[in-house]
């Protein structure tokens, strides 16, 4: 088919669900479903929401694809049913035997990429993209002297952090206000506004040859958002989520815990401010088993008032009550109030008349029968204590877990006292109001006026399943402690469908829209954490306003089939990969070839071919903004060679403000409040601002063009397997058309050459070919 369209065929297998299966195509694709063996002479019908030529793609609508036989032949060996894909997104297909449904799976089709006065396509392996934090940006003035940086050191897209108005953190990721402008951009001449923006980012694409994405944070929003207080509904507070209370009556008691141990209270328990030993660390246990847990009894909270329980059974018994069960194998349980209430929970009473009958009516009998029905439901409530002191003790352990990294070991931020500026550990809960006792403050949560404002935090959880929300019933995370918060934000409560919760969903679709306005991409921040169908939503609306979307997204599962079921209910473009997860120069180079490039062959594909899984592409970073500063984490001698060996990536690659001027210091997203240098090509080293003379600039000048230049020649094969010694790794691209290759050999410095050996010889190396 010389010439000819690209066309790909999926053949169709009875029963075969192909969800975590990942299918990538490129717009202009036809898109074929063939009969495989097991379907052949069967009624199969076959269903899509690939949107009809001249609708709007809508996820829930599903239309029915005609076969085609083009030879007219009986038999089923060569009809099929196509798609000619020409939109981006994600879309879905399942097929049918007569009214059943047998299999089905996902299509992504990935976005045509356009920039320049003359729109030509960039295409997704020459993307070199860099980080900006937004708020180093300063005045929206002087933006583009900051810019500039990027644009003559040869990147063609800038990732900004959001843009929104800050909360009072001051970290890049909890936002304010989803639709105000951050107000530093602006100066007593004129106030920024979106649309200084956009035209700034037009500019760019017109003039820079450069697109520009931006975060979008479905998560969580800033602690102090105005809307948030006037709204708590949009959070999980005690009255929409009770039950997190006895989560909630634990955080209260460890951060008056903190106030003891900060006014010096406990030191006579063996508990200073400053927590320096394991000897301090068992005293500090020791004060929660035997002075906390003791006074705020959690288990409570899901056990049954035993006398109440018992008076009740008695009544109906006197009563001549009986019970029926519906199940033989039926047995009582407990019932877990729904207020979660302090011995709030209740058992089946018809469960109990069936299950404990009086032999007679008369009152011994009845007292009889009493005493076995009170013996069991203690029985059950001192199984529901052991299951509550099990929480309560991987509490502990990831309390201290957390005190240990914060304040004793190395590699932590080692924080110093305890004070309530940073206290024992960071709170899980919003808590609005006067500091009352411990038991004042309880009695807050029954009332809802009150308690809407006790909303959760939200955070991470290690090694948890991203497909569950960790804030919602069935999950202890939160009373297990096993969370690393964010105490600067509140977790978002959607529920299932925008009716669930009106405010937040339309709140979040107008801030999709003007991010989809204004900016060429988005950068899904936390996907891993962010309700799934939530981002389904949002995305869909982000598409219809920016048909092309580039949809980046930090995703970290661990897991590639749970990769691609985000991947391909999403429609994400591109996943960020991470160089500085390389622990040496054999596993960085190792990265290169698993998230950038088919492997090296001498073949030349055809047209006609059949649809092969894919694995998701790649957005490859030598260093994210949330990466440790490799001049700390290795040295600064190792920024050229690794920035050249993630270049080498069949795939998008990036790197983050600050890498290639060599600062020596991770730039926090958090912490950081200055400005980034501006360009100025006649500048001195000591004055401030940055030109070809500072860092590896120069350098990422040529790593940058040889990257965009493999990409748009079809170098679209990677090996790098040539280890030639400890340090030193060369990567081959090569192009299966022409059979041209280019080979960078890169000697790393994962080590500091101060402190550690080198060898000054440099073995031999046999590069093949002509």
Not at 510 to 526: C, P, Q
């Amino acid at each position: 088919m010389p010439g000819g369209k690209e066309t790909r065929l999926l053949h169709l297998a009875e029963m075969e669900k192909l969800d975590k299966t990942l299918f990538r195509l490129e717009q202009g694709f036809e898109l074929q479903f063939r009969l495989g063996p097991t379907l052949q002479g069967k009624a199969v019908t076959v269903y899509t929401n690939y949107p009809a030529p001249g609708e709007v793609f809508d996820r829930h609508k599903f239309r029915t694809l005609s076969w085609h036989n083009p030879t007219g032949k009986e038999d089923d060996s060569d009809k099929y049913c196509k798609l000619d894909l020409q939109i981006s997104g994600s879309y879905q297909y399942y097929f049918s035997l007569g009214n059943e449904k047998s299999g089905g799976g996902y299509i992504v089709v990935d976005p045509i990429l356009h920039v320049g006065a003359d729109n030509h396509v960039l295409p997704l392996d020459c993307v070199t993209l860099q980080t900006y934090l937004a708020k180093c940006l300063g005045p929206f003035h002087e933006w583009e002297d900051r810019l500039k940086v990027a644009k003559e050191t040869g990147y063609n897209m800038i990732h900004f952090t959001p843009l929104q108005k800050l909360g009072l953190s001051r970290s890049c990721y909890s936002l304010a206000d989803q639709l105000e402008v951050n107000p530093e951009f602006s100066d007593h001449n004129k106030k920024c506004s979106w649309s200084d923006i956009g035209a700034l980012v037009e500019k760019m694409k017109n003039e820079w040859n450069m697109l520009c994405i931006t975060d979008v944070v479905y998560n969580h929003t800033a602690t102090n958002s105005e809307w948030l207080r006037m709204h708590p509904e949009c959070g999980y507070n005690l009255v929409n989520s009770p039950h997190l209370k006895p989560a909630w009556v634990l955080d209260r008691a460890l951060w008056h815990l903190t106030g003891m141990v900060a006014d010096g209270k406990c030191i006579a328990k063996g508990v200073p401010p400053l927590i320096e030993n394991d000897q301090h660390l068992n005293c500090l246990r020791k004060i929660i088993y035997e002075d906390i847990y003791p006074k705020i009894k959690l288990w409570e909270f899901f056990q049954v008032d035993v006398n109440k329980a018992v008076q009740q059974f008695k009544t109906l018994l006197t009563q001549g009550k009986m019970g029926t069960k519906s199940d033989p194998n039926q047995h009582l349980q407990i019932l877990q109030d729904p207020d979660y209430r302090r011995l709030g929970c209740t058992v089946d009473m018809n469960i109990a008349l069936a299950t404990f009958i009086p032999h007679s009516n008369g009152p011994a009998a009845i007292e009889e029968c009493c005493n076995w029905f009170r013996k069991r439901i203690e029985e059950l409530n001192a199984e529901q204590y052991r299951q509550t002191t099990h929480h309560q003790d991987q509490a502990v352990n990831c309390l201290v877990g957390t005190v240990v990294y914060e304040r004793i070991a190395c590699h932590g931020p080692k924080l110093g006292p305890i004070t309530r500026k940073h206290p024992l550990v960071t709170r899980y809960f919003t808590y609005p109001f006067k500091e009352l006792t411990v038991e004042e403050e309880e009695a807050m949560i029954h009332q809802p006026d009150k308690a809407c404002y006790f909303m959760a935090h939200n955070g991470w959880v290690m090694g948890d399943d991203p497909l569950r929300n960790f804030a919602e019933p069935g999950s202890n995370v939160y009373l297990r402690r096993e969370l690393i918060c964010w105490g600067d934000s509140v977790k978002l409560r959607y529920g299932n469908k925008p009716e669930d919760c009106p405010y937040l969903w339309a709140h979040m679709k107008k801030y999709t829209e003007i991010t989809a306005k204004y900016f060429h991409g988005v950068r899904l921040d936390n996907c891993h954490s962010t309700p799934i169908h939530v981002a389904e939503y949002m995305l869909d609306t982000a598409r219809k306003l920016r048909a092309d979307l580039y949809v980046v997204a930090e995703l970290f599962t661990g897991n590639e089939e749970l990769d691609n079921i985000f991947v391909n209910r999403l429609g994400i473009t591109s996943l960020i990969r991470e160089a500085m997860t390389a622990y040496n120069s054999h596993e960085e180079g190792r990265l290169v070839y698993r998230f950038g490039g088919e492997p090296v062959g001498s073949f030349v594909q055809p047209r006609l071919r059949p649809l092969m899984p894919a694995i998701a592409h790649a957005l490859f970073m030598d260093i994210t903004h949330d990466n440790e500063c490799p001049i700390q984490h290795r040295s600064a001698y190792d920024a050229l060679p690794s920035a050249m060996i993630v270049s080498m990536a069949c795939c998008a690659t990036g790197s983050t403000k600050g890498y290639d001027e060599l600062v020596p210091h991770q730039i926090s997203v958090v912490s950081e409040e200055r400005f980034y240098a501006k360009w100025n090509p006649a500048a001195h080293l000591t004055s401030g601002e940055v030109n070809f003379q500072t860092g590896i600039l120069a350098g990422r000048l040529a790593i940058n063009r040889l990257h965009q230049e493999l990409g748009a020649k079809g170098f679209n094969q990677a090996r790098s397997e040539d280890q030639v010694d400890e340090d030193i790794v060369a990567v081959t691209r090569h192009c299966p058309t022409t059979h041209q290759s280019v080979v960078a050999v890169c000697r790393t410095a994962f080590r500091d050459p101060k402190t550690c050996f080198y060898s000054k010889e440099v073995p031999e190396m046999c590069i093949p070919g002509k």
